[in-house]
């Protein structure tokens, strides 16, 4: 007996196997036992069908992506720029913070709880599978934590300034955490020949994203780069959020988030097209 099976995170394409029967009242043959535990693992994974019911259409889900792909991109070189607008207008306004967190202390401080109350949304709004929906909904509530709980001003913060900047930390960390997973997860998935290429970034990515914050971090103990004009937090910073963003447009661009017209009618599970792991 054949049954196709979705699996999958970023691959927008559902995926399949083939398990086999044993013969009634015969001994179950190692392949058929590698095939049943291969099918109990993947029914007992994150890795599960998508509910038609429950789950959005795929481009709702593409365009979620999209969204979270783009403030990715455009957050770290906003804060700068838009801090240097502000300063040519008249405005006393640092241009460059010693992070990115730091901006809520700059002019651009509506940019950057904004971007990150969109962020929190858009990630608590995204729904593909149940692994994928654990890993958003965290991520979502923590991008909003981090807008809400200002990390400690530089010079001169009180007692509750310091202990709010702790978990503005904390929440930073674990939402970069969150977003590494989607991407090393993904590299995880079963793809075909013409896609492990887009594995292999998402990869990259989530290992970029982990490296990164773990520098900055250092970074942020030892004081080290803080007299640059670009902090080497703000760099390191950058260039995890922009894993992030790369990983989630590719996600999205693979989904076809940028076709426009009609949407095309949903699939039942049951006629939707198989694919056969490599």
Known sequence: ????????????????????????????SESAQG??????????????????????????VGRLRLGVGVIGIMLPPAVPLGNEILRALGSKTPIMPDSISGS?????????????????VFLICYRYNKRD??????????????AFL?????????????????IHLVCAALLLLMLAMFCILSFWDPAPTDKR??????????????AFTAIAGIAQLTKWGTHWKFTSVYICETLAVWAFGIAWLTAALEMGALRFGAPSPRTPLSADPVRHAP
């Open 104 to 120: 809520y202390y700059t002019g651009t401080r509506n940019v950057f709880v904004g971007s990150l109350c969109a962020l929190g």
């Open 197 to 210: 290429h887009v594995n292999r970034l998402y990869l990259t990515a989530g290992a970029a994203i982990v």
């Open 133 to 146: 929906d654990h890993f958003s909904s965290a991520a979502g509530a923590f991008a909003l934590a981090v």
């Open 150 to 166: 200002p990390t400690s001003p530089g010079e001169h913060p009180t007692a509750r300034q310091e202990a709010v900047g702790v």
């Open 35 to 60: 095939s049943r535990i291969h099918n109990w693992l993947a029914d007992n994974s994150s890795r599960q069908q998508r509910d038609p019911e429950r789950d959005q259409d795929n481009r709702t």
């Open 1 to 28: 007996m054949t049954e196709g099976r979705t699996w999958g995170p970023f691959s927008p394409i559902p995926l399949g196997h083939n398990t086999t029967d044993a013969p009634s009242g015969g001994r179950m």
